[in-house]
């Protein structure tokens, strides 16, 4: 379907971020935050296919 939502899921622990995308949606270099792992990837994501650029460690 054209116009029904996704989750974009962590491509390390492949638990749900909070993020939600349509399948004709692009990203180019998008900080994608895990709850889970506490890790920001910066990603590319083209047609529910995602592509990992960086992964780097959530420091507070």
Same mark, same amino acid.
């Given at each position: 379907?054209?116009? +029904? $939502? !996704?989750? /974009? $899921?962590? &491509?390390?622990?492949?638990?749900?971020?909070?993020? #939600?995308?349509? !399948?004709?949606?692009?990203?180019?270099?998008? &900080?994608?935050?895990? &709850? $889970?792992?506490?890790? *920001?990837? /910066?990603?590319?994501? +083209?047609?529910? +296919? /995602?592509? /990992?650029?960086?992964? +780097? $460690? #959530? *420091?507070?």
């Amino acid at each position: 379907m054209l116009f +029904e $939502k !996704y989750w /974009i $899921k962590c &491509p390390i622990c492949n638990g749900k971020t909070r993020v #939600q995308v349509f !399948y004709n949606t692009v990203l180019r270099n998008f &900080p994608l935050f895990c &709850p $889970k792992c506490k890790l *920001t990837h /910066i990603v590319d994501v +083209e047609k529910l +296919e /995602i592509i /990992i650029k960086n992964s +780097e $460690k #959530q *420091t507070f």
